[in-house]
């Protein structure tokens, strides 16, 4: 993150504009906005920013910015739409201490204006670091379509109700209050009696939450599907929204952990295959004292929960402590890998089954049906397969599995650093070796031929 956002408080401060063209009229109609004392300076200003100054809205000095003028300014804009006339004024700016932004010239600014969605005060400030303003004006239409002109009203009802809300206990009750204040009573009392409603709808409201019992602590054991956060369900992402607590194997992606509420507490749990874990009694116990507190815990785990994902020990402890649990399905690896390579796991008069093994476990493996799954045709996926590579070829091979047989190695399932190897059963544990990441081995699958990702990579090794 190049630019880090804030929200200045301009209430009562200078921020000074340099120019009078339809760069500086621009500017002015966002910042006019605002409860700052705005200073334009320009020679020839056009026809609008005469009429803001003539109605008192700002003031106009008919001549340039000079260093003077800079003192106790919190903003300055330079909008001269001349280059050097600019980079004078930004200069200046620079000298003074005074954060300034150049129209139009990112690399000269020292902020940036984002777009925004006004519903004051709620502001929803989007910004690209310019990369991508036309991105960034798409992300503010479809939120301006999303939120009713009447939020700024709640908010401010909401604004001047807080400190009397303050008597509900902090985290899950507060929070459900201002949720049903927002998402139902708010909007209601606003709909059918205007804003003189709404203080006491807010007053009915904390009544009813005051004398409602302490919430009771829940455990959600979500799925975080492969890597990707967009292939999280809708519901996954309801459940760390409203985490108190996150509790998550090491597999789980940052990018999927940011997804959680800032104020959750977040516990590594550190299950990675063979690597360091947390004992399983361990995870047991954190889950169980975070629910007897009152918490509305995630126990977020790498695909899906019920894939080799020691489901059913944690469900029995919760319940062994009468702790109330559901189940939020994830998409699993192997069905992120498959889609990876554009084949399916199924496919008439080819197969009607498949197997999913894990690695983790090779003493398990000699109970396998290891001819069935040697027949041409057979498909699986094996999780956690780099370890146990050795084993699966030999076994299959002393069960008649063809030599050729093809298996794709897909690493990092659905994330961006993700790689495919396509080979087959005679070579699969040496292709292994420079594999780092989480890697499911697709038996009796190749990347489809079609696949636009595959046309122009190595045949061994495709990075996708």
Same mark, same amino acid.
């Given at each position: 993150?190049?630019?880090?956002?804030?929200?200045?408080?301009?209430?009562?401060?200078?921020?000074?504009?340099?120019?009078?063209?339809?760069?500086?009229?621009?500017?002015?109609?966002?910042?006019?906005?605002?409860?700052?004392?705005?200073?334009?300076?320009?020679?020839?200003?056009?026809?609008?920013?005469?009429?803001?100054?003539?109605?008192?809205?700002?003031?106009?000095?008919?001549?340039?910015?000079?260093?003077?003028?800079?003192?106790?300014?919190?903003?300055?804009?330079?909008?001269?739409?001349?280059?050097?006339?600019?980079?004078?004024?930004?200069?200046?700016?620079?000298?003074?201490?005074?954060?300034?932004?150049?129209?139009?010239?990112?690399?000269?600014?020292?902020?940036?204006?984002?777009?925004?969605?006004?519903?004051?005060?709620?502001?929803?400030?989007?910004?690209?670091?310019?990369?991508?303003?036309?991105?960034?004006?798409?992300?503010?239409?479809?939120?301006?379509?999303?939120?009713?002109?009447?939020?700024?009203?709640?908010?401010?009802?909401?604004?001047?109700?807080?400190?009397?809300?303050?008597?509900?206990?902090?985290?899950?009750?507060?929070?459900?209050?201002?949720?049903?204040?927002?998402?139902?009573?708010?909007?209601?009392?606003?709909?059918?009696?205007?804003?003189?409603?709404?203080?006491?709808?807010?007053?009915?409201?904390?009544?009813?939450?005051?004398?409602?019992?302490?919430?009771?602590?829940?455990?959600?054991?979500?799925?975080?599907?492969?890597?990707?956060?967009?292939?999280?369900?809708?519901?996954?992402?309801?459940?760390?929204?409203?985490?108190?607590?996150?509790?998550?194997?090491?597999?789980?992606?940052?990018?999927?952990?940011?997804?959680?509420?800032?104020?959750?507490?977040?516990?590594?749990?550190?299950?990675?295959?063979?690597?360091?874990?947390?004992?399983?009694?361990?995870?047991?116990?954190?889950?169980?004292?975070?629910?007897?507190?009152?918490?509305?815990?995630?126990?977020?785990?790498?695909?899906?929960?019920? !894939?080799? &994902?020691?489901?059913?020990?944690?469900?029995? *402890? @919760?319940?062994? %402590? /009468?702790?109330?649990?559901? $189940?939020?399905? =994830?998409?699993?690896?192997?069905?992120?890998?498959?889609?990876?390579?554009?084949?399916?796991?199924?496919?008439?008069?080819?197969?009607?089954?498949?197997?999913?093994?894990?690695?983790?476990? !090779?003493? &398990?493996?000699?109970?396998?049906?290891?001819? *069935? @799954?040697?027949? %041409? /045709?057979?498909?699986?996926? $094996?999780?956690? =397969?780099?370890?146990?590579?050795?084993?699966?070829?030999?076994?299959?091979?002393?069960?008649?599995?063809?030599?050729?047989?093809?298996?794709?190695?897909?690493?990092?399932?659905?994330?961006?650093?993700?790689?495919?190897?396509?080979?087959?059963?005679?070579? @699969?544990?040496?292709?292994?070796?420079?594999?780092?990441?989480?890697?499911?081995?697709?038996?009796?699958?190749?990347?489809?031929?079609?696949?636009?990702?595959?046309?122009?990579?190595?045949?061994?090794?495709?990075?996708?």
């Amino acid at each position: 993150m190049k630019y880090f956002p804030i929200f200045l408080s301009v209430q009562n401060r200078r921020i000074l504009v340099s120019g009078g063209g339809a760069a500086a009229v621009a500017k002015l109609r966002l910042l006019l906005k605002t409860e700052a004392r705005i200073t334009v300076f320009a020679t020839q200003p056009a026809p609008e920013i005469s009429a803001w100054a003539d109605a008192g809205r700002l003031m106009l000095a008919p001549r340039g910015l000079e260093r003077a003028d800079l003192r106790d300014a919190a903003l300055l804009y330079a909008a001269d739409e001349d280059a050097a006339q600019d980079a004078r004024i930004a200069a200046m700016g620079a000298e003074a201490g005074v954060l300034t932004n150049i129209v139009d010239n990112l690399d000269g600014s020292s902020f940036l204006t984002p777009a925004i969605v006004d519903r004051d005060p709620v502001t929803i400030a989007i910004g690209t670091e310019g990369a991508a303003p036309v991105l960034a004006r798409s992300i503010k239409a479809g939120l301006e379509e999303r939120l009713p002109q009447t939020l700024g009203i709640l908010a401010r009802a909401a604004k001047a109700f807080r400190p009397l809300a303050e008597r509900l206990a902090p985290g899950r009750v507060r929070r459900a209050f201002w949720a049903e204040y927002y998402d139902y009573s708010g909007p209601k009392a606003l709909n059918a009696s205007g804003e003189a409603a709404l203080p006491d709808a807010l007053n009915a409201l904390l009544s009813r939450h005051m004398s409602a019992p302490a919430p009771v602590g829940r455990v959600d054991l979500v799925g975080a599907g492969p890597g990707d956060p967009d292939l999280l369900t809708l519901k996954a992402r309801k459940a760390l929204d409203a985490a108190d607590v996150v509790i998550h194997d090491r597999l789980v992606t940052p990018e999927i952990l940011e997804l959680a509420r800032r104020e959750a507490t977040i516990i590594e749990a550190g299950k990675t295959g063979f690597g360091p874990a947390m004992q399983q009694d361990d995870i047991n116990t954190l889950m169980i004292e975070h629910a007897r507190a009152g918490a509305h815990v995630v126990r977020l785990k790498s695909g899906d929960p019920a !894939v080799f &994902g020691r489901l059913d020990e944690e469900l029995d *402890a @919760l319940t062994a %402590a /009468g702790i109330d649990w559901q $189940i939020v399905p =994830g998409i699993t690896a192997a069905s992120a890998a498959v889609a990876q390579i554009g084949q399916s796991f199924t496919k008439r008069q080819r197969n009607s089954s498949v197997r999913l093994l894990t690695g983790h476990d !090779v003493a &398990g493996f000699a109970e396998h049906d290891w001819r *069935a @799954l040697a027949r %041409a /045709g057979e498909v699986a996926a $094996i999780y956690m =397969g780099k370890r146990s590579a050795r084993f699966v070829q030999g076994r299959l091979l002393m069960h008649g599995a063809d030599p050729a047989t093809p298996v794709t190695v897909v690493e990092n399932a659905s994330r961006p650093d993700s790689r495919l190897q396509a080979v087959t059963l005679a070579d @699969l544990p040496a292709s292994l070796d420079g594999v780092d990441g989480p890697a499911v081995l697709l038996l009796g699958l190749a990347p489809r031929a079609a696949q636009p990702a595959t046309a122009t990579a190595h045949p061994k090794e495709l990075a996708l």
